[in-house]
């Protein structure tokens, strides 16, 4: 298997041209002309209009003597009823089995001690229904006239799990593979490793899912969890639709009434605080070509705060939607597509979070221009006129939210669960008009805080850290890897035994794979392999001809979606089934004439390339393997990893993509890799070898550059 094979998942995306589809329209006899009574003036933006009055719909409550608290939402618009519950327990740190509790909520949709996964399905899909299980919960709708039906499924859903070791591999092997997709998203990393920042590793906010504690996550300590804290006297019922109270209250009872209450156990965290400096924190993603950042730390926002509408109404002036970080960032710079802030309230601690996704140029002028719309808001008032359009845009958004009876019901649950004034939300509205420029500035001062902020970068570590260097009021720069866990960079590689070099890397690796003699004796290999994409088997077919012939074709069955043919230094993309074609040139070019060569290692000195040993790093799994940096010409630097024990070529990471290699078997004396995992972005995609075949005497026509 190569280790540069261009450009496979943008073939991949090639869009087929639409034709334009234009409608003939009969002209018609043009109006008479309109007298215009008034002019608008653009350059003058429109002045808000008057803000919305409305009436919060009601709801009616009751509690069942195991403690369940209930909520009926009344809608007789269309015969529909939706069932929403929602557990109230103490977070839970999971520690070394992080992601019990998703595997838990996950398996109780998997089967009772009475149905299967498929009986439950075929017992939902029959009545046009939907049940979702989770952690924190269960919800569940279907039309009015299969309430019964669908209440006896739900309730045996959430009464008898039964889990099944065959259920939970399922569940591990699903999550194993998000997580192998995650550790090339920079947005997953940003927020599994801002989490572990702003909370610290031991605050059950702080603690992410890792492959290590995936793989020890057992059956029983599943089993423990539901049993623990699926407890009707920590469980609140929102029911929504065509149904009265006097309806619901029988039902129930009926389904939930036998439902055991317990002691749920209780959890106690330290409080995490944010850091008396800013703090700058890095993730080095060495292929990365932009930066994703974030400015955040923890505050102490509980819900129902008397400061947590004035808070929502400064956080959206900053960042709550296209206002003033976005204006700056996108509208005025043009550094990026969308920059926003949030704050959260919890009832055990808060976060602000300000994020962007910026070119490595400019990552340091983004975090300053944040850093400085923060203190603007701490400084300045904010303009009267400013201050009425973003209120009258969260008004806007609260009327329209209150279309869904849904809301109500959550708007019931949070009152009880946060032991909020009943009023809260009827005067959620009357208490943002009423805050004025003066308590924004005042409430900025409070829980704005740029001088007291974690900045984290994911990205070009070596192009982009030494200019955040200046916003370190500590002199230091904290690494994390991708998990989250902190390292020094000056130490993350080991030495490498002395007079070793690059060079002799990968003449090692030349001799392991077969020997030089051997592998010029190689003059065309075709390999055949497969993957899936979005749920959808595609083909990769990779054909070689000593010296310089390449020919790859990406497709699915019979359908073939792109093509590259190099030929003696010309080559050309295309799509057969829109019938384009385009040459390559540039640096492109210049990596298909690497890659149409069988064995490139081999040549790197002839191509002007040079190498050097950086050292060994340890991976998760111990495993050590060999860094090797090659230079390809002025533009053109990779990274080369080669294991240090088998000498084998695990991974390369260039400035386009990321590809790991496994799995080498012998063809015909000649050890090639039969797994190839190629990363572009977040996307990753597994291409699996059926045949690898040598020396076929393939045809030159295969190579036809038209």
């Not at 050590?624 to 991974?651: C, F, H, M, P, S």
Request: aromatic residues 8%.
């Amino acid at each position: 298997m190569k280790n540069r094979i261009l450009s496979i998942i943008a073939a991949l995306l090639i869009t087929l041209p639409l034709a334009a589809q234009v409608k003939k329209v009969k002209p018609t006899k043009p109006a008479a002309p309109v007298a215009v009574k008034e002019v608008l003036d653009r350059s003058k933006r429109p002045q808000p209009g008057p803000a919305p009055t409305i009436k919060i719909g009601e709801y009616q409550s009751f509690e069942l003597a195991n403690g369940l608290k209930v909520f009926v939402v009344e809608n007789h618009k269309i015969p529909r009823i939706s069932y929403s519950l929602v557990l109230d327990y103490d977070p839970i740190f999971e520690g070394d089995v992080a992601g019990y509790a998703d595997f838990s909520g996950q398996l109780m949709r998997t089967g009772t001690t009475t149905r299967t996964k498929d009986q439950i399905d075929e017992a939902v899909d029959m009545i046009g229904g939907s049940l979702l299980t989770s952690p924190t919960g269960i919800s569940a709708s279907c039309l009015t006239r299969h309430n019964d039906a669908l209440l006896e499924v739900m309730s045996d859903v959430l009464l008898n799990a039964s889990f099944k070791n065959e259920e939970l591999e399922k569940i591990r092997k699903q999550t194993l593979s998000g997580l192998e997709t995650e550790k090339n998203d920079p947005k997953a990393i940003s927020r599994k490793v801002s989490s572990v920042v702003v909370y610290g590793s031991t605050h059950p906010y702080g603690e992410n899912i890792t492959e290590e504690s995936v793989n020890k996550i057992t059956l029983e300590k599943c089993t423990e969890f539901y049993k623990t804290y699926f407890k009707p006297n920590v469980a609140y019922l929102a029911i929504v639709g065509d149904i009265t109270p006097e309806q619901a209250k029988p039902i129930v009872e009926k389904y939930f009434g036998s439902w055991q209450r317990g002691d749920v156990p209780k959890a106690s965290y330290p409080t995490p605080r944010a850091p008396a400096k800013t703090t700058v924190a890095v993730v080095d993603r060495p292929n990365a070509v932009q930066s994703t950042i974030s400015v955040a730390y923890p505050l102490d926002l509980k819900p129902g705060s008397p400061d947590e509408i004035k808070v929502k109404l400064t956080n959206s002036i900053l960042g709550g939607g296209t206002f003033r970080l976005f204006n700056n960032l996108r509208e005025k710079h043009g550094w990026t597509y969308g920059a926003y802030s949030s704050i959260q309230s919890d009832k055990l601690v808060g976060q602000f979070n300000a994020s962007a996704e910026v070119r490595n140029p400019v990552t340091d002028s983004a975090f300053t221009e944040i850093l400085s719309e923060m203190n603007r808001l701490r400084t300045e008032t904010v303009p009267e006129d400013e201050l009425n359009m973003v209120r009258n845009y969260m008004m806007g958004n609260f009327g329209r939210s209150l279309e869904s009876p849904a809301t109500i019901a959550n708007f019931a649950i949070n009152t009880a669960r946060y032991n909020l004034p009943k009023d809260y939300y009827s005067n959620y509205l009357p208490k943002l008009a009423a805050v004025t420029p003066a308590d924004v500035q005042m409430t900025a001062q409070k829980y704005i805080r740029p001088d007291n902020a974690y900045l984290l970068m994911v990205g070009k570590a070596e192009d982009v850290a030494p200019k955040l260097q200046k916003f370190a009021k500590s002199g230091t720069i904290l690494y994390y890897d991708i998990d989250g866990k902190l390292y020094d960079p000056n130490k993350k590689l080991k030495p490498a035994p002395a007079g070793v070099t690059g060079e002799q890397v990968i003449n090692n690796y030349i001799k392991v794979i077969g020997g030089a003699k051997a592998l010029k004796k190689v003059k065309d290999v075709t390999i055949n392999s497969g993957a899936t994409m979005q749920n959808m088997p595609i083909s990769l077919d990779l054909y070689y001809k000593a010296p310089d012939k390449m020919l790859m074709q990406v497709g699915s069955g019979a359908m073939v979606f792109a093509k590259q043919v190099y030929n003696a230094g010309k080559g050309v993309s295309s799509s057969p089934m829109s019938g384009e074609t385009k040459a390559i040139e540039g640096d492109e070019l210049d990596g298909m004439k690497e890659a149409s060569m069988i064995f490139p290692e081999m040549y790197y000195t002839t191509l002007g390339y040079t190498v050097t040993l950086l050292g060994i790093e340890e991976q998760k799994d111990k495993t050590e393997l060999y860094k090797v940096q090659v230079n390809k010409g002025a533009t053109r630097k990779d990274i080369e990893y080669y294991d240090v024990k088998t000498g084998y070529k695990t991974r390369v990471e260039s400035k386009e993509q990321v590809t790991e290699f496994g799995d080498y078997k012998a063809v015909d004396g000649i050890m090639f890799p039969h797994k190839m995992v190629q990363s572009m972005g977040p996307q990753n995609i597994a291409f699996v070898v059926s045949s690898i075949k040598m020396n076929t005497k393939l045809k030159d026509d295969l190579f036809v550059i038209k």
